[in-house]
T-cell receptor, first 110, second 114 residues
């Protein structure tokens, strides 16, 4: 079963535009993480936000967390063709397992 | 490069066979995790080992087993293979025993069952 669900499932934008992906989850969390996966490759950790944080930045990435709504968003600003990938949110549940959502497939057109 | 090494990268086998996937974690990491990624099931957590001991169990079939050796490398054994076992199998590692921090993923082993 998947704890987090990303929305949208797919997103296509032009280079230079911003991309926003959302993640909703079901149970209380310790932290929420975002990962990126280039096609057929391993996942790469992007950013971690703890349950007592509301916003975090890393370069062109901005993550927000709303624990009252059990949701998070990942914003990529000034997107580049190289940002084309799948993006996953992941949460740690009571069983101490890091559970991934279904992912958002982002395509950035040059 | 995450520092996590998985072999083999690709594997093609027949139904009913058995295969072993191998993972070497990042230097110093004590936890190893196995995930299965397929088109219909997404990324599914299978099992975690910490310093040789099973730490958490997810959606791992009884036909699958894993272990972590004293040198901290891990193996995932898949037996009585079925067509539906075709997937990408990822290994990840982390320093601690909990899932409170970043996981470092290998490039995966792509298994095709014919």
């Amino acid at each position: 079963s998947q704890q987090g669900e990303e929305d949208p499932q797919a997103l296509s934008i032009q280079e230079g535009e911003n991309a926003t992906m959302n993640c909703s989850y079901k149970t209380s969390i310790n932290n929420l993480q975002w990962y990126r996966q280039n096609s057929g490759r391993g996942l790469v950790h992007l950013i971690l936000i703890r349950s007592n944080e509301r916003e975090k930045h890393s370069g062109r990435l901005r993550v927000t967390l709303d624990t009252s709504k059990k949701s998070s968003s990942l914003l990529i600003t000034a997107s580049r063709a190289a940002d084309t990938a799948s993006y996953f949110c992941a949460t740690v549940n009571a069983g101490n397992m890091l559970t991934f959502g279904g992912g958002t497939r982002l395509m950035v057109k040059p | 490069d995450s520092g996590v090494t998985q072999t083999p990268k690709h594997l093609i086998t027949a139904t009913g066979q058995r295969v072993t996937l191998r993972c070497s974690p990042r230097s110093g990491d004590l936890s190893v995790y196995w995930y299965q990624q397929s088109l219909d099931q997404g990324l599914q957590f299978l099992i975690q080992y910490y310093n040789g001991e099973e730490r958490a169990k997810g959606n791992i079939l009884e036909r699958f087993s894993a272990q972590q050796f004293p040198d901290l490398h891990s193996e995932l054994n898949l037996s009585s293979l079925e067509l539906g076992d075709s997937a990408l199998y990822f290994c990840a590692s982390s320093a601690g025993q909990g899932n409170t921090g970043e996981l470092f993923f290998g490039e995966g082993s792509r298994l095709t069952v014919l």
